[in-house]
């Protein structure tokens, strides 16, 4: 349901359409594996995967490559190699799905003053406003952190086991309470 969240956030709360859009996505993990597959599934044109263990990353980029076929173009960057010039210049749509961010102190894993203009930044992190989305806001860059994310993820996984629509705001409302995220959209 992670996957399915994402995207639910993605396009309603950040107004993002990611089909025939670009992606580079930092980590290899659950939430990484579903986001790449769940944009897959609407039509997405590129995703770069990196993460700091690169072994991490070549089985993601193999089980999507061997799951996806053609439907889109993937690359790997070496994770010493993320903020090298060139790389961020086509991206629409970035993607921190590690939970670098999550804790005071953690830094950003890629220079934001390499974003393009226009590209659309979402931080998988939902406990805080991370220092990624604090350098997005800087930047007047659309953002998201990850408090949507969770919370359509936990709908969709609400309805699936009662049958019922989960109450979505208050969902949001009570998480947004926990967290004391008032400052953080998304």
Same mark, same amino acid.
């Not at 790449?36 to 995967?49: D, E, P, R, W, Y």
């Given at each position: 349901?992670? !996957? ?6 993605? /396009? ?11 992606? $580079?996505?930092? !980590?290899? !993990? ?8 769940? =944009? ?13 263990? /690169? ?26 190699? /993320? ?36 590209? $659309? ?9 991370? @220092?990624?989305?604090?350098?997005? @806001? ?6 998201? !952190? ?9 709908? =969709? ?30």
């Amino acid at each position: 349901t992670d !996957g399915e969240g994402f995207l639910e956030s993605l /396009r309603r709360e950040g107004e993002f359409d990611p089909q025939g859009k670009r992606a $580079f996505v930092i !980590g290899a !993990g659950g939430a990484a594996c579903a986001i790449s597959f769940a =944009l897959v599934k609407t039509g997405i044109k590129s995703i770069i995967l990196t993460n700091r263990t /690169r072994e991490k990353a070549k089985i993601l980029l193999e089980r999507l490559k061997k799951n996806v076929k053609d439907q889109c173009k993937f690359s790997l960057v070496d994770f010493s190699q /993320r903020n090298s010039p060139g790389i961020m210049d086509k991206v629409d749509l970035f993607i921190n799905a590690t939970s670098v961010g999550m804790h005071a102190g953690d830094s950003v894993l890629i220079n934001p003053d390499l974003f393009p203009s226009n590209i $659309f930044v979402y931080d998988v992190v939902y406990n805080r406003k991370t @220092e990624l989305l604090k350098e997005a @806001e800087k930047r007047n860059l659309p953002s998201l !952190g990850g408090v949507g994310m969770l919370v359509y993820q936990g709908a =969709l996984s609400f309805k699936i086991w009662t049958s019922r629509k989960a109450p979505i705001d208050e969902m949001r409302n009570i998480l947004r309470a926990e967290f004391n995220e008032h400052k953080v959209k998304g």
